[in-house]
């Protein structure tokens, strides 16, 4: 079984250029969650998706960024117009289920996606 | 979402001392307590979780306690070695999946 996989693992950007992101979750695992980690700083949560429903959004920008979790194929990042302030690495993780008490519910990430915008 | 506390944000044990990460969650509903340990340009490996049915679990040399009355929880590596160094995260999600600030422990030989 396949862990978490992201591609690409290095993106390089121009300022005003678009980056998409993908992540593809583990088999069966129907929910997915984006962070952006800043050098030498914590994971910052961005957005949680179940198939085809964005669960919450709350720590994404309103503007430019956009994630979409389709019922067929990976889940996308896209992040329009970047600015050199995107720049960091953004990881996926991935769960069969709602992340909480019950059995096998743990979340898995992939190896992350590291843009740089330039 | 949870908000969730750790500390201390770095910590720097000599090889073979223990060394201990303490998070602080706020929803007494929380049932789900998950140790993160992310090395230098990979992706954060679960190392060891723990349900609200229990206070203690063990795996080797690393454990996490959970005390459910004063919300807190708390990962316990014993006889260090350089291999953990490396940035651990806690999380106490409802659902979503929201970090603590991360705990940067550097074992030194």
């Known amino acids: 079984n396949a862990g978490v996989m992201q591609n690409p693992r290095h993106l390089v950007r121009r300022r005003g250029q678009e980056a998409r992101l993908r992540c593809s979750p583990m088999k069966g695992h129907s929910h997915v969650y984006w962070y952006r980690q800043l050098p030498e700083e914590g994971l910052k949560f961005m957005v949680y998706l179940q198939k085809e429903n964005i669960i919450d959004e709350s720590g994404m920008p309103k503007e430019r960024f956009s994630a979409e979790f389709p019922k067929e194929g990976p889940s996308i990042l896209r992040i329009q117009q970047v600015v050199r302030g995107d720049s960091a690495a953004y990881f996926c993780?991935?769960?069969?289920?709602?992340?909480?008490?019950?059995?096998?519910?743990?979340?898995?990430f992939g190896q992350g996606t590291r843009l740089t915008v330039v | 979402g949870e908000n969730v506390e750790q500390h201390p944000s770095t910590l720097s044990v000599q090889e073979g001392d223990s060394a201990v990460i303490k998070c602080t969650y706020s929803d007494s509903a929380s049932n789900y307590f998950p140790w993160y340990k992310q090395e230098l340009g990979k992706g954060p490996q679960l190392i060891i979780d723990?349900?609200?049915?229990?206070g203690e679990k063990k795996d080797q040399r690393i454990a996490v306690t959970l005390n459910k009355t004063a919300k807190h929880f708390s990962l316990h590596i014993t006889e260090t070695q350089p291999e953990d160094s490396a940035v651990y995260f806690c999380?106490?999600?409802?659902?979503?999946?929201?970090f603590g600030a991360g705990t940067r422990l550097t074992v030194k030989p």
């Open positions: 993780a991935s769960s069969p289920r709602a992340v909480q008490g019950a059995m096998n519910t743990e979340a898995f």
């Open positions: 723990i349900r609200s049915n229990v």
């Open positions: 999380a106490a999600p409802r659902g979503d999946m929201r």
